[in-house]
């Protein structure tokens, strides 16, 4: 297979705040690459660089074999972006948005009137097609957004954060629509905070924190490269108990990370079972109440904390 993206040592800096610090990785033709992060981590700041509508700081990367920094142009011609905001016109029809972006795209009257019908049964919203988009659901707002990224049959696609905010049955329909997507062979650059998201879209993932990427690679590869840890999730009522909580379970053997995160400990141990009675024993001593409890086996979350010494927030 050949690299469709390929980024080089890409940087972007805001004086002296560095957003993105010198990122490396390549998208293969056909794959879903997903770029894992809390908010704040660069994910929206890449995917603004490799829409060229950011300029870098230094560095560079190629799209189609064109740089975003020398061929700007032809980069555009390549890709279809999803912002993570809604980029829509309330009082158009879904079928009007369609037409006037792809009026932007410099499509013409012939070509939209057939790819229109074809990205509306796409999308699933060809019975809403006429309906104006302020009487949409969030999720039928999500997939129109996702149209309009389609309408000009770009090589790859860009989706940033396409499932924030909105209710679990149409985040279910973006993740079947990103997947369907796939199998027709679009390339697929997918941006998220949620840890299932990318495990369950994902042929590679790329791991970023801070601007960096820290590790990339396939689920099993990044999971062999931590160890088989398993993740224990304890669910206190009151957040404030978190951070003595933590601090005391580092002190429990076969303990190997452990992170607050609002009303949560998020423990990475060898483990989950025989972890659980010595946690529940120091929250016992410090008088912290655990109402629930999850163990999870080695997954992207284990992975993160242990590369970050934090909790990847989902």
């Known amino acids: 297979m050949n690299a469709i993206l390929e980024t080089h040592e890409l940087k972007k800096n805001y004086g002296d705040l560095q957003a993105v610090k010198g990122i490396s990785f390549a998208i293969e033709q056909g794959e879903i690459f997903s770029l894992l992060g809390p908010n704040g981590a660069g994910k929206t700041t890449t995917i603004s660089m490799l829409s060229t509508l950011l300029a870098p700081t230094s560095g560079d990367a190629t799209i189609g074999g064109y740089s975003i920094t020398r061929n700007p142009m032809q980069v555009r011609r390549l890709i279809g972006v999803v912002p993570q905001e809604i980029a829509l016109y309330d009082d158009l029809s879904g079928r009007e948005n369609l037409f006037f972006w792809g009026r932007m795209y410099g499509m013409n009257e012939k070509q939209l009137s057939h790819r229109v019908d074809e990205v509306l049964e796409q999308i699933g919203l060809v019975d809403k097609s006429k309906a104006a988009v302020k009487t949409y659901s969030g999720g039928m707002k999500r997939r129109l957004n996702i149209g309009v990224g389609l309408l000009h049959g770009p090589q790859i696609i860009f989706m940033d ?141 284990a992975v993160f904390l242990h590369l970050t010494g934090r909790a990847l927030r989902d």
Request: proline letters at 4%.
């Open 161 to 301: 954060e396409p499932t924030v905010g909105i209710d679990p049955q149409s985040r279910r329909n973006i993740l079947d629509a990103v997947k369907d997507l796939n199998r027709q062979g679009m390339t697929v650059l997918y941006t998220t905070h949620y840890m299932e998201e990318a495990a369950e879209l994902s042929n590679r993932v790329g791991i970023i924190d801070h601007g960096q990427m820290i590790a990339c690679g396939t689920q099993h590869e990044l999971v062999q490269m931590v160890g088989q840890h398993e993740t224990l999730r304890l669910h206190l009522n009151d957040e404030t108990c978190g951070e003595p909580l933590a601090q005391a379970l580092l002190n429990v053997p076969g303990v190997v990370q452990a992170s607050s995160l609002d009303h949560q400990v998020v423990v990475m141990v060898n483990s989950a079972e025989e972890t659980l009675a010595p946690a529940i024993t120091q929250a016992n001593a410090l008088n912290i109440k655990i109402h629930s409890v999850e163990m999870q086996e080695p997954n992207l979350e």
